[in-house]
């Protein structure tokens, strides 16, 4: 069994940067093979990883429902939901990716739902890193369409909202009954140290369920490189962004 990493954080925090940046970290060192899951409904973590979406697990399942029990050529439901996943993954030299997609609209999802997490849990357990960028309601997770979690890391940028932001997810790990074994608060884009942010911010952070487990800079690099839309998995090894991430692996116990 793997190693799943999971990152959540609401929009605009840099939770997508970070997950590029454990992305592009182990396969700097090896750590193949590896799957990467897009679970943001606002998807674009193929863009930052430089590859094709390919055909979502949501518009999957939706075409498993409107088939009812017609399936073609024979198979199951389960057997032609996993067909598809599998026929739809991206693959490339360093990665294989999947894109969850939106949340489901109106009808009854029950049972694609329960085949679709039989299918993903199978899948996963081919890899010895899974990486899942979650949006900040962790729809897929909370759905139970994805399985344990070794480590969380819940993103938030240093403004008292964001920093807010981060209790109500804490609490919807709490209510997800243990699968989520280890979590762990990043701060991004900070200028300076910790007694470098305004007292408002210190107080905020002080109140949070745990201590932030890092900071990661602002790094001029990085933001350079989304601004011209090059993907963040091409940065240079010196960016002070990325041996952040790399330092942040290393402390819970990610071979570097």
Do not use: W
């Not at 697990?57 to 399936?71: F, Q, T, Y």
């Not at 198979?75 to 993954?89: E, G, S, V």
């Amino acid at each position: 069994m793997g190693v799943t990493l999971a990152v959540a954080g609401k929009g605009g925090v840099g939770k997508t940067s970070i997950t590029s940046l454990i992305i592009k970290n182990l396969i700097d060192t090896g750590q193949r093979p590896l799957l990467a899951i897009d679970a943001d409904s606002n998807s674009n973590l193929h863009e930052v990883l430089g590859i094709h979406e390919p055909k979502s697990v949501g518009c999957i399942r939706e075409d498993a429902r409107k088939l009812g029990e017609d399936v073609p050529g024979g198979m199951t439901k389960d057997r032609f939901m996993d067909y598809q996943i599998q026929a739809n993954l991206e693959e490339t030299k360093d990665l294989d990716f999947l894109s969850m997609g939106r949340p489901e609209g109106p009808g009854c999802y029950c049972m694609a739902n329960n085949i679709l997490r039989d299918v993903i849990s199978k899948l996963t357990t081919n890899y010895k890193f899974v990486v899942i960028d979650n949006e900040a309601g962790m729809e897929h997770l909370s759905r139970r369409t994805e399985e344990e979690v070794d480590h969380l890391f819940i993103i938030s940028d240093p403004s008292p909202r964001s920093l807010r932001t981060i209790g109500r997810i804490f609490q919807l790990v709490d209510e997800m009954e243990g699968r989520i074994h280890n979590q762990h608060i990043v701060l991004s884009r900070v200028q300076g140290s910790l007694d470098d942010l305004p007292l408002s911010t210190r107080k905020e952070i002080e109140a949070l369920p745990v201590p932030p487990l890092a900071l990661i800079p602002y790094d001029d690099q990085l933001v350079a490189m989304d601004l011209e839309g090059k993907p963040l998995v091409e940065i240079s090894s010196d960016s002070v962004a990325y041996i952040a991430v790399k330092k942040m692996l290393k402390e819970i116990g990610v071979p570097n």
